[in-house]
């Protein structure tokens, strides 16, 4: 089961940056390094009083996705 934190990322990702379905924080993790990229992984891990949020969340969201066999 997806919390709120989770949906409302997802959300605020489909607005932002199109229409897959995947939380802000994965999409914040893949992207090339720069420094709003770098300034979002601080504000988040402070937010969430977690390390590495948006890692963890970006490995979240792959183990959720259904393996495929093409």
Known sequence: M?????R???????ALCGPRGK?????IHE???SAWRTAAMVALDIAFA???HCARIHRRWKALQ?????
């Open 23 to 27: 939380p802000l924080c994965a999409r």
């Open 50 to 52: 977690e390390p590495d």
């Open 2 to 6: 997806q919390s709120r934190w989770w």
């Open 31 to 33: 992207a090339r390094p």
């Open 8 to 14: 409302a990322s997802v959300i605020l990702s489909r």
């Open 66 to 70: 259904p393996t495929r066999t093409t």
